[in-house]
């Protein structure tokens, strides 16, 4: 396991480890309509770019592939966190959020926010983070529910 930096370069393989991730969601949790609009924000949302290409982010790789993804943007907040699908539940993610986290208090942060999904919200909330309110949104005309959640990580 390889952990570092996202540079520009990763932009295209990073597209593909959302878009694994997404597609493959139960369909118990997320309709195949809510994972074809979500998933679609990779190619075609300008924010997710800017998560990427301004934001501060790591990667996990296997064997030179990568296989999760984290970013910070704007600076206190997560943007994007994500992992293939054969890859969730080995710890991937936790590893993820704990470099983020330690990063951001390296940077003097005080908290840091995210908006987490259905699926994610469980890790975070494993991770000492604190549901703020449940909310809604609209993806491509489709209705979602996440977390909004927040985290204190100012140690003193």
């Given at each position: ?105 390296k940077e003097g ?30 993806i491509n005309n ?8 927040t985290k204190i990580?100012?140690?003193?």
């Amino acid at each position: 396991m390889n952990l570092r930096q996202i540079t520009i370069k990763d932009q295209l393989e990073l597209k593909k480890v959302y878009f694994d991730s997404i597609q493959s969601l139960d369909e118990k949790i997320y309709s195949k309509e809510q994972k074809r609009a979500w998933s679609s924000q990779a190619w075609n949302n300008p924010n997710f770019d800017k998560s990427l290409i301004k934001g501060k982010g790591w990667l996990i790789s296997k064997q030179g592939i990568i296989i999760a993804f984290a970013t910070r943007y704007p600076t206190d907040r997560i943007a994007l966190f994500y992992c293939k699908a054969k890859f969730q539940r080995k710890g991937y993610g936790s590893k993820l959020l704990n470099k983020l986290e330690d990063e951001a208090n390296k940077e003097g942060l005080e908290y840091l926010y995210t908006e987490a999904s259905l699926i994610s919200y469980e890790l975070f909330l494993k991770n000492e983070w604190k549901i703020i309110r449940k909310e809604k949104v609209i993806i491509n005309n489709i209705f979602f529910e996440r977390y909004k959640m927040t985290k204190i990580i100012k140690i003193n």
